[in-house]
């Protein structure tokens, strides 16, 4: 499915989920989203990045879950009863997202999304496909399945790993071997 702009701005109305992240709407296209869950247990899964909460087990599936608070370098926030976890297809696998809540689905006319300012669409952020505006609010359109694209995470992870931000690897620790005749003398 083509998530660009042109098409957010060629079709006559799209179809939002809409959620709320850090007290902003967001709204992502309903077709990305396989289905939305009240939160449940998950299981965290060592040397990850900060923003991957860990796992859960959906009816038999085990499904990654990203802190969407921390994915945006938002400030972190407790679980609350309205948090929700909105689950997406991303090239045939499940990722989760954690969100605040889960706000609405709203139908928008292709004349109340405006592009996004090449201001706020870098490299980093060209998940934001416009900003939809109604009477009363503003609400940023996502790209889930591009902010959550599995080979820019697993290049975060590396980066992460390894302590570079070029997503470039280098080893924790140089070992350089020592003759034996060297290892007895020293014991």
């Not at 997202?97 to 300012?117: F, N």
């Not at 998940?127 to 009477?135: D, H, T, V």
């Not at 995470?153 to 140089?174: H, N």
Request: aromatic share 4%.
């Amino acid at each position: 499915m083509d998530n660009s702009v042109t098409t957010m701005q060629g079709d006559d109305e799209r179809q939002l989920v809409v959620f709320d992240l850090a007290s902003e709407a967001y709204g992502v296209n309903i077709g990305t989203v396989r289905e939305i869950i009240r939160m449940q247990e998950i299981t965290q899964v060592p040397r990850t990045p900060d923003y991957v909460e860990g796992v859960i087990n959906l009816r038999g599936k085990v499904i990654p879950v990203i802190d969407m608070r921390k994915r945006f370098g938002f400030p972190v926030a407790e679980h609350t009863k309205d948090t929700r976890i909105v689950v997406i297809d991303i090239g045939g696998a499940d990722i989760g997202a954690t969100v605040d809540a889960v706000t609405e689905v709203l139908r928008l006319g292709a004349d109340s999304i405006e592009p996004p300012s090449a201001v706020i669409t870098t490299s980093d952020s060209d998940y934001i496909l416009g900003i939809a505006k109604l009477e009363t609010r503003l609400i940023i359109l996502l790209d889930l399945q591009r902010a959550l694209a599995v080979e820019a995470m697993a290049s975060d992870q590396r980066a992460e790993i390894s302590g570079r931000s070029d997503g470039t690897s280098k080893p924790d620790a140089v070992v350089e071997e020592q003759p034996e005749q060297e290892l007895q003398a020293a014991a």
